[in-house]
């Protein structure tokens, strides 16, 4: 199985801060590499696809990189709206595999 | 618009069986890889099990392999997930979610969730 392994876990950043979370695969995924966003008591939300694809009705402060192991996940400018927990996941293959979750808190 | 509703969950003993379903609406059923995801309390995201649109391909995580049967039926547009000899670990929020595409392993809509308590 591959194993996703997000970095930070946690962090804290303040509204209008630029924030990058990162993503490592145990082996190559290519670009077969998904982003979503959880809010507590939430369902989870997609929001980045084949690494660097913005879901529709995603907004444009939220991008995408990086290709084989080594990924990340960007918010150009924190909004309020955007603390929650975020999860990368690996569509590669079977078993399709999650990061263990980096959770986005206010400063 | 999409919309996915699980039902089923519930407190049950170890060892014990449940069936959940999740009925599917605003799109074509049958064209549309489905999986189940699930959460523990606290915890994070596990891919639990995948079918086809025809129905006639599975896939389990090995943690559940020859416990849990994936199942849809087209006539109801219903997913199930049918959980046998049932363990604490399985204790979750169970998500049915549909496969961006078709069949991509990316899950782009989700529905509200089914919480399974496993417990004596």
């Known amino acids: 199985d591959i194993q996703m392994t997000q970095s930070p876990s946690s962090l804290s950043a303040s509204v209008g801060d630029r924030v990058t979370i990162t993503c490592r695969a145990s082996?190559?995924?290519?670009?077969?590499l998904n982003w979503y966003q959880q809010k507590p008591g939430k369902v989870p939300k997609l929001l980045i696809y084949?690494?660097?694809s913005l879901q529709s009705g995603v907004p444009s402060r939220f991008s995408g990189s990086g290709s084989g192991t080594d990924f990340s996940l960007t918010i150009s400018s924190l909004q309020p709206e955007d603390f929650a927990t975020y999860y990368c996941q690996q569509s590669h293959s079977t078993p399709q595999t999650f990061g263990q979750g980096t959770k986005v808190e206010i400063k | 618009e999409v919309q996915l509703l699980e039902s089923g969950g519930g407190l049950v003993q170890p060892g014990g069986s449940l069936r959940l379903s999740c009925a599917a609406s605003?799109?074509?059923?049958?064209?549309?890889?489905m999986s189940w995801v699930r959460q523990a309390p606290g915890k994070g995201l596990e891919w639990v099990s995948a079918?086809?649109?025809?129905?006639?391909?599975?896939y389990y995580v090995d943690s559940v392999k020859g416990r849990f049967t994936i199942s849809r039926d087209k006539s109801k547009n219903t997913l199930y997930l049918q959980m046998n000899s049932l363990r604490a670990e399985d204790t979750a929020v169970y998500y049915c979610a549909t496969e961006l595409g078709g069949w991509s392993r990316v899950f782009d809509s989700w529905g509200q969730g089914t919480l399974v308590t496993v417990s004596s």
């Open positions: 084949g690494a660097s």
């Open positions: 082996q190559s995924v290519s670009s077969f």
């Open positions: 605003g799109f074509t059923f049958s064209s549309y890889a």
């Open positions: 079918i086809s649109g025809s129905g006639l391909t599975t």
